[in-house]
């Protein structure tokens, strides 16, 4: 590890301690990451973003903190956040295990049972570099309709991300949501969880970091590890069951839940994102 003398400074003018070290951590596409190691021995992890938006680390300090309150899964505690940084617990990488995954399946459901006040947050947030509507809904259909998939359906149509016609097919199933995913009052979410944001750490335990937390429906973050692949993924879900089991026949439902996700990355990476959210609606036609 080398010493980059501007993170270093402004590491340690919110830590107040020194900063022995940093070295560069691969991985982020939005944020520079920074491993820092601190004149006591403990390491951290520092992410920095020139000009962010407003609010942007707050939110994500904000969502590890209301997630921590549960109990359940872990996440890294906040040291410090700033409008341009946020610095975290270091968490030390190591190798998924059959009993790590278990572990996780559990907790995780110990979060989502956490429950939440209602649908959406207290506070907007981000999801990657897009901004997040969080402003709260009656039902979990109005919220997910009205601020995850109608939002970003109008921004990948705009950007040419999604033809009209796919944009019709998904714009046809928001008022049959109600209908086809059963209410079961809010829980608290990630609201990211893809396999990127799932750690399993030195210890056989998981970690799980850069939350777009909220309250919504938790087929949603199952939806989400579903979507771009979790290792061990089925002994997950079971173990997730054993602590609450849920509702018949969610494994149906899995593609709705992932059409907020489908259409971030339209508008973030356009592709062929547009074409799967499209064809993900039209089996719910």
């Known amino acids: 590890m080398t010493r980059q003398p501007h993170i270093a400074r402004r590491a340690e003018e919110l830590l107040g301690s020194a900063v022995a070290a940093t070295a560069p951590v691969a991985g982020g596409d939005i944020s520079t990451a ?10 951290a992890f520092m992410k920095t973003l020139t000009n962010a ?7 994500e300090a ?19 956040v700033e409008s341009d940084c946020l610095i975290l617990e270091w968490v030390e990488p190591g190798k998924l295990t059959t009993e790590a995954a ?10 989502h049972d956490a429950g939440a006040p209602s649908y959406g947050l207290d506070r907007d947030g981000f999801i990657g ?15 997910f309709a009205t601020k995850r998939v109608l939002p ?26 109600p209908d086809l995913v059963p209410e079961e009052g809010p829980r608290r979410l990630h609201g990211d969880l893809w396999n990127g944001n799932v750690i399993w750490t030195h210890d056989a335990g998981c970690c799980v970091i850069d939350p777009a937390a909220h ?55 356009g592709g062929g994102y547009g074409a799967r959210a499209a064809e993900v609606a ?3 036609a």
């Open 34 to 43: 920074t491993k820092l190691r601190l004149s006591s021995g403990r390491s």
């Open 62 to 80: 904000a969502g590890l903190r209301w997630l921590g309150e549960a109990g359940g899964v872990q996440v890294p505690g906040v040291l410090a």
């Open 215 to 269: 309250g919504g429906h938790r087929e949603t973050d199952l939806a989400m590890l579903t979507l771009f692949g979790l290792p061990h993924l089925p002994r997950v879900l079971q173990a997730y069951e054993e602590v609450s089991p849920l509702a018949d026949g969610w494994p149906d439902r899995v593609g709705l839940h992932q059409l907020h996700p489908l259409l971030v990355h339209a508008c973030l990476f």
């Open 152 to 177: 970003y359906l109008k921004l990948a149509r705009d950007r040419g991300s999604i033809t009209p016609e796919g944009a019709d097919a998904v714009d046809a199933i928001i008022g049959r949501l």
């Open 129 to 143: 570099r897009l901004p997040l509507p969080n402003k709260s809904a009656p039902t979990w259909a109005e919220f």
């Open 282 to 284: 039209a089996r719910f």
């Open 53 to 59: 938006p407003p609010g942007f680390f707050e939110a």
């Open 102 to 111: 278990t572990d996780f399946g559990r907790a995780l459901a110990k979060t």
